[in-house]
């Protein structure tokens, strides 16, 4: 199997290609790529990729109808410098925080959702000891 070392993907499914995509690169940094008139999308940050994919898309066509209105807990892992200043900022934008500012030996997270419910956790690393 060929490996792409460029950038790792993730795909999200989404209910409104254009809202996602006005989400993600309007409140977290990504930029747009492609997108493909509504059915399909591709944004991204750094090295990830995250591929945003409406009804109409093969990728959602694929998701078994059992599973197609299920978001799942797995969630897209953003890294910030001062997680309290992305809270102020992504809570004055009117951002959906679905949990409290979580502090633990490896640092502190929250978790904001997407105009589809998807998770997106923004983490902060613990100051290292050296």
Not at 40 to 53: E, K, N, Q, T
């Amino acid at each position: 199997m060929a490996t792409h070392d460029e950038h790792a993907s993730v795909r999200y499914l989404v209910d409104d290609v254009d809202e996602a995509v006005e989400f993600y690169t309007t409140h977290l940094g990504f930029t747009l790529e492609m997108n493909a008139g509504g059915a399909f999308a591709d944004v991204r940050r750094g090295p990830l990729r995250l591929l945003l994919s409406g009804a109409a898309s093969s990728g959602a066509r694929a998701t078994p109808h059992d599973r197609a209105d299920f978001p799942g807990r797995n969630r897209i892992h953003l890294v910030v410098d001062d997680i309290e200043a992305e809270v102020a900022r992504l809570a004055e934008a009117g951002l959906i925080l679905v949990s409290d500012l979580v502090s633990g030996p490896g640092g502190s997270q929250i978790l904001v959702e997407d105009p589809s419910g998807n998770l997106v956790e923004i983490f902060q690393p613990a100051a290292r000891q050296d």
